[in-house]
T-cell receptor
Framework: EAQVTQNPRYLITVTGKKLTVTCSQN?????MSWYRQDPGLGLRQIYY???????DKGDVPEGYKVSRKEKRNFPLILESPSPNQTSLYFC?????????????FGPGTRLTVL | DAKTTQPNSMESNEEEPVHLPCNHS???????IHWYRQLPSQGPEYVIH???SNVNNRMASLAIAEDRKSSTLILHRATLRDAAVYYC??????????????FGTGTRLTIIP
């Protein structure tokens, strides 16, 4: 089944403890992206990647890192999480980085930073 | 950045058509108009997209104004499963070919049985 998977689905952590949220897609997509969703703010893009080893900042990249060493994986790294990073996170992928492409979203990761 | 504006919420009766509007007055010529929806506790899912002409698929229709400054998502016969937040999104590339996603605030659609 074609899908985008994220792990973990739920995570509670403390301030400053490094964490990684994994994202994997099995559709051989070139383009991958991370979003965060907060009440009243909708979805905001954090980082995106047009292909392996190519990443760029989205609208809210501060406090996050990403890497794209393999085509299928696009982990989101929080080196020193803070409470304002408590949010619902979505990973997405699309075949290429054409503006006509459809994006496929993962199920989401709910992160709480205490 | 091109922005979109949508009503915060709408209600519709079950089995009736629903017209969800979106304004994007600063749209550029290369921007595609995408619609996604998000059901409770799920990630967003694609609904439909278009550039200039009206589009139809099995889920919905997309009507695009002639000046492209607005569009309307049409659900022809709403069911309870269509209750979701609907996002109108412009996809554009900047001068370096990088992708830029601009999300609207979303419209929360409630379907009344």
């Amino acid at each position: 089944e074609a899908q985008v998977t994220q792990n973990p689905r739920y995570l509670i952590t403390v301030t400053g403890k490094k964490l990684t949220v994994t994202c994997s897609q099995n559709m051989n997509h070139e383009y991958m992206s991370w979003y965060r969703q907060d009440p009243g703010l909708g979805l905001r893009q954090i980082y995106y990647s047009m292909n392996v080893e190519v990443t760029d900042k989205g609208d809210v990249p501060e406090g996050y890192k990403v890497s794209r060493k393999e085509k299928r994986n696009f982990p989101l790294i929080l080196e020193s999480p803070s409470p304002n990073q408590t949010s619902l996170y979505f990973c997405a992928s699309s075949p290429f980085h054409r503006t006509s492409d459809t994006q496929y979203f993962g199920p989401g990761t709910r992160l709480t930073v205490l | 950045d091109a922005k979109t504006t949508q009503p915060n919420s709408m209600e519709s009766n079950e089995e009736e058509p629903v017209h969800l509007p979106c304004n994007h007055s600063t749209i550029s010529g290369t921007d595609y108009i995408h619609w996604y929806r998000q059901l409770p506790s799920q990630g967003p899912e694609y609904v439909i997209h278009g550039l200039t002409s009206n589009v139809n698929n099995r889920m919905a229709s997309l009507a695009i104004a002639e000046d492209r400054k607005s569009s309307t998502l049409i659900l022809h016969r709403a069911t309870l499963r269509d209750a979701a937040v609907y996002y109108c999104i412009l996809r554009s590339a900047d001068n370096f070919g990088n992708e830029k996603l601009t999300f609207g605030t979303g419209t929360r659609l409630t379907i009344i049985p």
